[in-house]
């Protein structure tokens, strides 16, 4: 199988205006012929939905929360990318580009990463055209901040609730629709199936959370923009529900599955208290621009943040600032994260067990005053007392890297189509744009520049070559699928053993936390390979659902997310076995340098590993797209 | 620490429901409200009992998907914080708490303490948005707004729609959540120019949606968990008098 991602040509800057210009349109009297469904409510979903809707083909939205409002990009907090320059302080298109592929890793499409950087400045005035309140300077002009991984101020935000602004804009763009009637909502439904016609994306098969009633919906294309699978971690900053079904279904219909051991670990969480623990709260990366990260030079057991005001500045290690002078607390979150874990595991780490760091604000608050910081930061200081019962404005956070983010996801080409005709992913859920590291506030521009300025041209082109006629949703395809998905469903409740979902999820959370989580090598992934197996035999065999599938069944639900979670979960470790560099999230024990960052081998390993589905029980077929790099040159990245 | 626990349990909408009394130990003061519930469930589902349905998803506060009663109170007893939020520090070892659902007209039953809270969106459908499609806008900077109106619209668009105003309101009316949408967008000149129409179509939408009226008792300020002020109330019965007595809104005359 040979892939082509469909990179335009000419010169970088001009790819994507050529490829506008390029590609096929669909006369607009012509769109109201065309169905098109839409799976996932979030950033990149609500921003697709309501572009094409406006545009004039008719759209089928879909999301199991039991409002679109409610997706998991409401949570986002620090802030969304552009490069507006409004500072003055040398951002540029190139620049957001450079940074993004650098931050990376060089594991990323130039073509699709250049394309990202040119449309981020429509997505802010499109938001602030929609009444998104970003914060704002005293002259009345937008405010930003700096952001982890780039020397210049380019990151937009509104307070600590920058992902709810912006989600609310795109929910209020398709409520429009759907009050126009161009878009027709679907909430509490969740996708539990892709249907192929001949090949093409047809139609889906989704459960009624609520009813439990299996129904077909069919299509002329399906995009799926359906989040990132950080939750096969159990434990992750990822909202509760927060699921990879959509994108793994699809791919076992086909759809090729791209980087999945790239998952990115954020350095400034809240610290797990104990073994009750549910979720991991993250503490928005943009306190990294005033919080110094520290832990005591030599390791005290136990350390509170209360002792930590005892401890003199020169028993202090700054380890960030001291060992990354240029970009210090900035550095970007793989580097933050595996430098924290290091310092614990020297033990020096602090808290109750001892896996913790402090980020401390008290030079801040004492330089720029505690009101400047409550304006900044007031939500997150509030959320933090909340949880932990400390006063960050009188003692320092304490802060642990949590799983956070997935880079991998479903593989797509320059139109954000995957390998399966029709199907689209956008959003988390494809793996386009951040190769092997995301860079803060990049997720949000990413989301939106699919859904608002990518997708709408793109799709045109596969469309116009369609016919109008719809496919009945009595096609045997359909059908075939629908039994599908009700025998999965049968099975689960029939097994009736003696353990919850919640206890195999957490059990698979450790496997993959412990082995393929901040850095892997060899040893661990095969022995987690072997164990990832054992469980999920004990799955089938064990599980326990209490009640029917004909009425909301919460833990039903669950089951169905986590068996898809134990074999991604599988796939992820296949991935990372497979990449013994080291690049971005990826940490391989075997291959850093000698100062212990991370080493790549660019004659190797420059490839987008993409996975291809064979069978059950069957190893999946790796299939390289060689990333080729004409603008950039490929460099150890350096924060020093 | 041990507790008492009175739960709603019903089996759907249908169902009469009724409470389910459980008791708790091993609690720890560090787990969230939700967590204890999440170990109960465990337990329950041990035993072979359905575990207590209720929603939630981020645990942040910031969805607006988690929704409890607790011992009379939405989102219980700590001011400015959304039930997942809560932590059981917050109670004493020994308490009994009471858990309901959201109690409305308009927020029926769905199974346990899971309520169909759809008609906020439909309020929103009428007019909770500026007329703008993708692309052809101006430049963001083109539009300056002073940092105190930028504050204020920002206050009220923290609304997460919870529905916890309509909970507390012995009314069931859903004034905050309405004023919170109509007063951020009449605030800022974007949201200016269809603002009347937004005031008269919101209400009209809301008033069909079968919530109460508004007799200025304040409990749904006083329960909101991201503290949206009376401030707002006011001022959308401003737009909406204006509305009223000028022309602009012609669809609706
Ligand atoms: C705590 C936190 C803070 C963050 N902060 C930032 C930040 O400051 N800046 C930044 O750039 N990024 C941030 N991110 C990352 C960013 O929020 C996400 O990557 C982004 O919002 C994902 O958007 P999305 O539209 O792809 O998916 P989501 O918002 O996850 O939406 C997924 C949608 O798909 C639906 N769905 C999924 N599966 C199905 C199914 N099978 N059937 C039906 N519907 C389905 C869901 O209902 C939902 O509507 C943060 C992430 C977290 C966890
Ligand atoms: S106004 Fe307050 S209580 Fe009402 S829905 Fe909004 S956040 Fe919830
Ligand atoms: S679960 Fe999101 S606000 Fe409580």
Redesign the interface.
């Known amino acids: 199988m040979n892939l082509d991602a469909k990179i335009p040509e000419g010169p970088l800057v001009e790819k994507w205006t050529r490829h506008k210009f390029n590609i096929k349109l669909v006369n607009p009297a012509n769109k109201r012929k065309y169905d098109i469904i839409v799976i996932g409510t979030g950033l990149a979903g609500a ?1 697709a939905a ?2 094409l809707a ?1 545009l004039g083909y008719n759209i089928k939205s879909f999301c199991f ?6 997706a ?1 990009s ?2 986002a907090q620090g802030g969304i990318n552009a490069s ?1 320059n ?1 500072q003055n302080d040398g951002d540029s298109d190139y620049r957001l580009f450079y940074d993004t592929i650098k931050g990376g890793d060089y594991r990323s499409r130039e073509a699709n990463v250049y394309r990202l950087a040119e449309v981020s400045s ?1 997505i ?8 998104v ?10 405010d930003n901040r700096s952001f982890g991984g780039a020397q210049v101020s380019r990151t937009f935000y ?2 600590g ?1 920058t ?3 912006l989600l ?1 804009g795109a ?3 398709i ?2 629709q ?2 126009n009637s161009k878009v027709q ?1 679907f ?1 509490r439904t969740e996708m539990l199936d892709l249907v192929l016609v001949d090949g093409q994306a047809r139609g889906v098969v989704v459960r009624d959370l ?1 009813t439990g009633k299996i129904e077909s919906h069919s299509s002329h294309a399906v995009i799926l923009s359906t989040g990132g699978y950080g939750n096969v971690f159990y434990l992750s900053t990822n ?3 927060s699921n990879a079904t959509a994108a793994w279904r699809a791919h076992k219909r086909g759809a090729l599955f791209a980087n999945p051991c790239f998952t990115q670990i954020h350095p400034t969480c809240i610290p797990v ?2 073994e ?4 991991l ?2 503490m928005s990366e943009s306190l990294r621009n005033d919080g110094r990260i520290w832990v005591p030079k030599k390791g005290i057991r136990g350390l509170t943040a209360k002792d930590a005001l005892r401890i003199p500045e020169e028993e202090r290690d700054y380890f960030l600032e001291r060992r990354y002078p240029a970009f210090g607390n900035l550095v970007p979150r793989d580097v933050a994260s595996r430098n924290a874990k290091m310092v614990c595991d020297e033990g020096r780490g602090v808290g109750a067990t001892g896996l913790a760091v402090f980020l401390d604000f008290a030079d801040t608050i004492q330089r720029d005053g505690r009101d400047v910081i409550e304006q900044k930061y007031g939500n997150l200081f509030d ?1 933090y007392k ?2 932990t ?1 400390d006063d960050p404005y009188n003692v320092p956070m304490m802060i642990y890297p949590a799983v956070h983010y997935t880079m991998g996801g479903l593989w797509v080409d320059y139109n954000l189509m995957t390998n399966i005709h029709g199907l689209y992913a956008l959003g988390e859920c494809n793996f386009s744009d951040h190769g092997a590291n995301r860079l803060g506030a990049s997720a949000l521009m990413q989301g939106l520049a699919d859904g ?2 990518v997708i ?1 041209y793109t799709i045109g082109d596969y469309l116009a070559n369609m016919p109008y006629r719809k496919i009945s949703v009595d096609h045997e395809a359909f059908q075939l699928a629908e039994k599908h998905v009700k025998d999965r469903i049968e099975n689960l409740l029939n097994i009736n053993g ?1 353990r ?1 979902v ?2 195999f999820h957490k059990e698979l959370g450790k496997i993959m936390w412990d082995y393929c989580g901040m850095s892997r090598n060899e040893e661990g992934l095969k022995h987690a390979k072997q164990e990832v197996i054992k469980l999920r035999d004990e799955f089938w065999k064990d599980l ?1 659902v ?2 029917t599938h004909e ?2 069944n ?2 039903l639900e669950k089951a169905n997310r986590v068996a898809d979670f134990f074999e991604l979960g599988e796939l992820m470790i296949d991935d990372a076995l497979q990449r013994s560099e080291s690049c971005g999230g990826h940490f391989r024990e075997e291959s850093q340098t000698e100062e212990g960052e991370a080493l790549r081998i660019d004659d190797e390993f420059s490839f987008v590993a993409a996975w291809k589905f064979t069978g059950k029980d069957q190893p999946e077929e790796l299939i390289k797209e060689e990333l080729i790099f004409e603008n950039v040159k490929l460099t150890q990245r350096s924060y020093k | 620490m041990y507790f008492k626990l009175k739960i709603w349990r019903q089996k759907s909408p249908e169902d009469k429901g009724g409470f389910q009394f459980y008791e708790l130990d091993d609690v720890s003061p560090d787990m969230s409200f939700l967590e204890m519930i999440d170990v109960l469930n465990e337990s329950l589902e041990i035993k072979g009992v359905e575990p207590v349905h209720f929603d939630h998803d981020c645990r942040e506060g910031i969805c607006g998907t988690c929704s409890m009663f607790i011992n009379g109170r939405p989102h219980g007893p700590q001011r400015g914080v959304t039930t997942c939020q809560l932590h059981m520090r917050s109670f004493n070892d020994g308490d009994t708490i009471t858990i309901e659902p959201w109690r409305a007209r308009s927020f029926p039953v769905i199974k346990d303490l899971v309520v169909d809270r759809s008609a906020f969106d439909r309020i929103i459908q009428a007019g909770g948005f500026v007329s703008v499609s993708t692309g052809g806008v101006p430049d963001a900077n083109e539009i300056p707004i002073s940092t105190n109106i930028a504050n204020e619209a920002m206050d009220a668009a923290s609304c997460i729609g919870c529905g916890a105003c309509v909970a507390a309101c012995k009314n069931a009316s859903a004034m905050l959540f309405v004023a919170a949408k109509i007063s951020q967008l009449a605030l800022l000149p974007q949201g200016k120019i269809e603002a009347a129409s937004r005031a008269e179509n919101m209400v009209v939408q809301m008033d069909s949606e079968g919530f109460g009226t508004c007799t200025n008792t304040e409990a749904c300020v006083a329960e909101c968990p991201k503290e949206i002020g009376l401030v707002h109330i006011a001022r959308m019965n401003r737009e909406y008098f204006f509305a009223k007595q000028s022309s602009e809104n012609i669809s609706l005359r």
Do not use: W
């Open positions: 921003s309501a572009s406006e929360q039991d409002s679109p409002r409610r998991h409401i949570a507006k409004y429509s802010i005035d499109q938001c602030v055209a929609q009444g309140p970003f914060a704002r300077e005293y002259g009345g002009l937008l509104a307070r609730q992902g709810q602004q609310l929910y209020s763009a409520s429009r759907i009050a909502i909430p609520v909202a509760m529900a208290s104990g009750h623990q549910s979720k709260t993250l959320m909340q949880i019962a608002y300025f709408p003696n919850t919640d206890d326990k209490i009640g009425e909301l919460m833990s």
